[in-house]
């Protein structure tokens, strides 16, 4: 019991740990970039019976988040805060609700506090909970559901009414909510088998409410989207190839894995091992006969792939990232069952001490990057502002417009200077130095979200024809100030 109570205050302090990590990654508001922009700006531009309809820039979000981000864009106005406080909000529910959930599925202290810390510490997860993006909502959507079919009802009536009623408003905050409600109804069914007592009106009540609701969201919202084709382009390397026997099935089979284990789950080069111990624990829950747990962790990537080979929903990093407890659990099994074997074998307690190595190892690697940065371009901005003269032109380079309209948007753009924005020339890059030559004069170059090499080529070009008065580098943007008019 004293041993349970020690875990249970290490959890509660690793939670912490988190929400601050969290709360400093919020608070050093790193610039918006291109894809946070793109919907950025659709929250910020439309109003609220405009998100109902298709977005602009080939945006996909469920209704209800892109509603609750315009509620916060009004509430606090003209910044990234107000954008990325319901993302954050959800990480720490999150984190809460995945302990809870780890708990009872595993009724291990131990295991649960391994698995916290690697939840906790999970530089995905960290970095999404200041993204404004839906993926962090997808985190809490599955995790609050399974919480709630789990926890223990005094009636179950309230059980399946409770269930109705957030798995319906679930569908229109969550695009994986599908999945797992699709878990859930198949667990509900299994449980009232094994029961020998299937409570036909109960189970109705969940069902019939999904259905409809689900039913009603998929032919208002989803049905002849007119991004569809651009968006199946977009995501064409996430749908598994159908054809076992082709090689193009076995290179996305160990691309995905080599993803989950070195990327999601943030193990670099030792994502072998973690999956070598993933696998260990998989071992031990079907030795086990713990069916429960293998359902609730696997049908959701199961299905999901399945989805991905029919091209309905892809299969990638931001679109699985509420499977990242799912495979925390697993592999937390899994290094327990070593270290507890060792520990009987070699009758060495401080064997214990070991899986603290994991969420070193995972926290060393945040650490290489935090607080996470990406296309700095408000920087490049504010150096423009502190150096720019009123004659001087700015040439936006194409990746960089959506972010940089953002802040033009929201006022953060202090200059009011002749604006030119770049097209796009992809395998064309001489058609770029082209189209900043027409722009004679004194003009600035701002480079954000930059593709390949095209920002070389294009300074290289330059530095050949005219006299680079300025520069500035940051993190993925950069600025230049080139004299148009005076040749080398």
């Known amino acids: 019991m004293q041993q349970t109570k020690k875990t249970h205050y290490a959890a509660i302090t690793i939670m912490l740990l988190a929400v601050v990590l969290s709360l400093v990654q919020f608070l050093c508001n790193r610039s918006i970039w291109l894809d946070e922009a793109m919907l950025a700006l659709n929250i910020i531009n439309k109003n609220y019976s405009g998100l109902l309809q298709p977005l602009d820039y080939l945006q996909v979000a469920p209704i209800a988040f892109l509603q609750i981000e315009k509620v916060l864009s009004v509430l606090i106005p003209n910044s990234e805060f107000g954008l990325r406080l319901f993302p954050l909000l959800c990480f720490w529910a999150s984190v809460y609700l995945f302990y809870k959930i780890t708990l009872i599925l595993t009724k291990d202290a131990k295991i649960t506090l391994l698995a916290v810390s690697l939840f906790c510490l999970n530089t995905s997860l960290i970095y999404y909970s200041s993204e404004v993006k839906q993926y962090m909502s997808d985190v809490f959507v599955c995790l609050l559901l399974y919480y709630v079919l ?13 269930l109705a009623v957030l798995g319906a408003i679930s569908i ?22 094994k029961a020998k007592r299937i409570i036909y009106l109960g189970l109705a009540i969940p069902f019939i409410t999904w259905a409809v609701v689900f039913s009603f969201y998929y032919l208002r919202f989803i049905h002849n989207h007119p991004s569809k084709d651009a968006m199946l382009a977009y995501w064409s390397n996430c749908f598994m190839p159908l054809n076992v026997f082709e090689i193009n099935f076995w290179d996305f089979c160990f691309n995905k894995i080599k993803m989950v284990f070195s990327t999601l789950l943030p193990f670099g080069n030792l994502w072998i091992v973690a999956l070598l111990l993933f696998i260990i624990g998989l071992y031990c829950l079907i030795k086990s006969k713990n069916r429960k747990v293998l359902l609730f962790l696997l049908l959701p990537l199961v299905l999901q792939l399945v989805l991905s080979a029919f091209k309905i929903y892809p299969f990638d990093l931001r679109l699985i990232l509420y499977q990242t407890g799912f495979y925390i659990i697993i592999l937390s099994i899994g290094i327990m069952r070593i270290i507890n074997l ?17 969420p070193l190892i995972v926290c060393i690697d945040m650490l290489k990057n935090y607080p996470s940065k990406t296309e700095e371009i408000k920087e490049s901005i504010q150096f423009i502002a502190s150096h720019i003269k009123p004659d001087e032109k700015v ?19 202090p200059f009011k200077n002749q604006l030119v924005y770049g097209n796009g020339h992809r395998g064309e890059s001489k058609k770029y130095v082209d189209e900043i030559k027409k722009n004679t004069g004194m003009c600035w170059i701002l480079f954000s979200h930059i593709h390949e090499d095209e920002n070389s080529y294009i300074t290289n070009s330059l530095d050949s024809l005219y006299k680079k008065t300025l520069f500035y580098k940051t993190k993925d943007s950069e600025v230049y100030l080139y004299n148009l008019v005076n040749k080398q």
């Open 342 to 358: 060792s520990i009987n074998k070699t009758k060495k307690q401080w064997l214990a001490w070991l899986p603290i190595i994991f």
């Open 150 to 162: 789990l926890k223990e009802y005094k009636n179950n009536t309230n059980r399946f009414i409770l």
């Open 172 to 193: 229109f905050l969550s695009n994986v909510s599908a999945i797992v409600l699709s878990t859930i109804a198949v667990y509900l069914i299994i449980e009232q088998i």
């Open 395 to 413: 040439y936006v380079y194409y990746g960089a417009i959506r972010a940089f309209d953002y802040y033009l948007k929201t006022d953060k753009v």
